[in-house]
């Protein structure tokens, strides 16, 4: 190799000269300026994002719990609503294996256990079925009433079991006084 390839420069030319003078001025001055910018500027606060209502609104938790709670403002439903309200999700699509609404085949096995050990499988919850079919706020006579209601749609000739009368003369006062 010669001497004069090992000492080239990769400037060759009187405009790449200018242009590596200009960006070694320009470059710095740039990367200055911004860096006191960075520590200069404050971040604002939203002063609207500050007011008790916004702050308040921020801390809500995401979701509440309440236990114990009556269905239906304290009266007793009937099958066919506790059924629409809960079990239908299920029940009209067959999701997670539940037996369709009117299927005989599907029903005609669970209806020969008899209705006892089906309101007993509702109210414990029986392969993919949660207890209560999910809703605990359920009572157990709402619950034998849903199951009444499915098998009956499906041949069953189970009877809806009557509400307590003490609960349903409780029912009509609270509707009396309202």
Request: aromatic fraction near 4%; include cysteine; glycine fraction near 8%.
């Amino acid at each position: 190799m010669s001497e004069q390839e090992q000492h080239s420069s990769f400037i060759k030319t009187p405009q790449q000269l200018a242009t590596v003078v200009v960006l070694a001025f320009v470059v710095p001055i740039i990367a200055i300026v911004l860096l006191v910018k960075l520590v200069l500027d404050r971040p604002s606060i939203d002063p609207v994002a500050m007011t008790p209502e916004a702050v308040a609104a921020r801390l809500q938790p995401l979701g509440r719990v309440e236990l114990g709670a009556a269905s239906s403002g304290g009266a007793i439903r009937s099958g066919g609503e506790v059924a629409k309200a809960v079990c239908f999700a299920c029940h009209t699509t067959g999701a997670a294996g539940a037996p369709k609404v009117g299927d005989k085949a599907a029903w005609a096995p669970r209806i020969a256990l008899g209705f006892q050990k089906l309101v007993e499988s509702v109210v414990k919850g029986k392969n993919a079925m949660p207890a209560k079919g999910g809703d605990s706020s359920l009572s157990d006579i709402e619950l034998a009433r849903a199951v009444a209601y499915l098998a009956n749609q499906a041949g069953a000739g189970f009877k809806e079991p009557a509400a307590p009368a003490a609960r349903t003369a409780a029912a009509a006062k609270a509707a009396a006084t309202k």
